[in-house]
């Protein structure tokens, strides 16, 4: 058994798992953020009711989602969307329309 190369061939497969993981996130974050909204009508725009993921409008807060390699081994999925946090958790005024957590728990099952 040669030791430095089954690790190498661990780290490499483990690396790989890590990474799709990363992108498989990004996706099931991107679906959800995709579906139509089932709250009121603003004209044509048909809103997210509270609870459900953000309708789309602009589509801004789903094509920033993204999964990115931080170091060997470590990848951050979200967005740099200022707003995310305050649809995800909510506020004082606006009741959460969670769209990451949802999409995790989907992941873990």
Do not use: C
Request: aromatic share 6%; net charge positive.
């Amino acid at each position: 058994m040669n030791l430095p190369n089954t690790r190498r061939l661990v780290l490499q497969v483990a690396e790989q798992a890590v990474a799709q993981a990363a992108q498989r996130l990004r996706n099931e974050v991107v679906e959800e953020l995709s579906r139509p909204g089932s709250g009121r009508t603003y004209g044509r725009h048909v809103a997210s009711a509270p609870g459900d993921p953000p309708a789309v409008d602009t589509g801004r807060l789903r094509q920033s989602m993204t999964a990115l390699q931080i170091k060997r081994g470590h990848w951050r999925v979200g967005t740099n969307v200022e707003y995310a946090i305050y649809l995800e958790f909510g506020t004082r005024r606006i009741a959460p329309r969670p769209f990451f957590r949802p999409a995790v728990a989907r992941l873990r099952r």
